[in-house]
């Protein structure tokens, strides 16, 4: 990533690496001792308050120490709503706060190949990349 950033950026971006035991980058990132840093997340449901709920003021995976009051009320107003249109609204003012104030960027999504046989039933795609095996049954085949 390093080296693509220094391609587009030229000298007027620096950039080294520490290489670091994870202990001690966790406790830099913690400190907030970094300029930038990568960071991972997956999603633990499938709902945008996975993503956009560690970028609260209080979430103590908001390794930014970005904060926004106006951003953590939108998150607690989609929640305490059952309307799910006024929900997504919220959703999506609060994505909105983020992509202007820029406290952190996606940079690349995973993803994977799954190889299955034809005579495998019973297998679907998962937004969560789960795979439960009582879906799975075996067709007749020869």
Known sequence: MGAMWQQAFGPMVKISYDNLE????LDRVNHG???VVSMGWSADFNDPATFLGIMRCSDGNNSAGWCDPAFDKL???A????????RIKDYQQAEAIIERQF??????GSGGN???KSYVGGYSFNPMGMRYSKDLYIKAHS
Do not use: S
């Open 79 to 86: 929640r305490a709503t059952n309307n799910e249109k006024r």
């Open 22 to 25: 994870w202990k001690t980058f």
């Open 114 to 116: 799954k190889l299955v």
């Open 75 to 77: 998150l607690d107003d």
């Open 33 to 35: 001792q970094f300029e």
């Open 103 to 108: 406290p952190m960027t996606g940079i690349y």
